[in-house]
């Protein structure tokens, strides 16, 4: 015979799987609330990076297309951003205003509300910079030290500020001669070297008097670096006497007209 205890235990028992079952089903509407609300965050999210991405294509493109600076390593980079909250939702123009010559600017994107209300603006900031590849000192260089292989290497550099030369063309800065002392890592800029003189100063050459029909060479010496096309002072070894020539050969000067 059953007695009330075990009507109560089996009672407890029938109902126990109930109530698991209901916590189960809840617990799985709450997941599925939660991924929903996360699907929904995700997809907002994304507009609003495919809007940014669009607004950045369109205005990088207008500015290098107005800019008068050439160069494949041109960069333009965007200051940090944020969209108006409408603008997922609105229509948009550019208001661009920069001179072919500017590297810096800011690009005016205005939203206009499809419902009729007031618009937004937002103003991108942006700058014209570029990544090259230039030639760099290993070490210290000395005045008038020629460079060789060992004395620079390549290097992928920051070159908008650097207006002038050999670095902005990437031209081999191989045999040319150090103006001033070049500290480790610096660029080596055009303006930081020359190319080696043809003749250098107190070297001897022959100096060719030339005029009236007349052809004179006498022994001389040069007062100056020059090259090849170039005028400098000589000296005439028998006389001391200076003149000004010019440089045809590396140990040859001419003078056209007799003195």
Do not use: Y
């Amino acid at each position: 015979m059953r007695s009330p205890c075990d009507t109560a235990r089996e009672q407890r028992g029938w109902h126990q799987p109930s109530r698991l079952a209901l916590m189960l089903a809840f617990s799985l509407a709450l997941l599925s609330l939660l991924g929903i609300a996360e699907a929904l965050v995700a997809a907002t999210s994304a507009e609003t990076r495919s809007l940014a991405d669009e607004l950045r294509i369109a205005v990088r493109a207008r500015v290098l297309e107005g800019s008068a600076l050439r160069a494949d390593s041109l960069v333009v980079e965007f200051s940090p951003f944020r969209l108006p909250n409408n603008a997922e939702c609105a229509s948009w123009t550019l208001d661009h205003d920069a001179r072919p010559q500017d590297r810096r600017g800011v690009t005016r994107v205005h939203f206009e509300d499809p419902e009729g209300g007031r618009g937004a603006v937002l103003s991108l900031t942006w700058e014209l910079r570029s990544w090259r590849r230039v030639a760099v000192a290993r070490r210290v260089l000395q005045r008038g030290e020629v460079l060789s292989r060992d004395t620079w290497r390549w290097e992928l550099r920051d070159v908008t500020r650097i207006h002038d030369g050999v670095e902005a063309r990437g031209e081999d800065p191989l045999g040319r001669v150090c103006r001033r002392r070049v500290a480790e890592g610096a660029v080596l800029r055009h303006s930081l070297l020359s190319l080696p003189a043809d003749i250098e100063r107190h070297q001897r050459l022959t100096l060719r008097l030339e005029g009236q029909g007349l052809r004179v060479e006498l022994p001389a010496r040069s007062q100056e670096e020059a090259r090849l096309g170039e005028e400098l002072w000589v000296r005439i070894e028998d006389n001391g006497h200076r003149l000004r020539a010019l440089l045809v050969e590396p140990r040859l000067a001419v003078v056209k007209e007799m003195p």
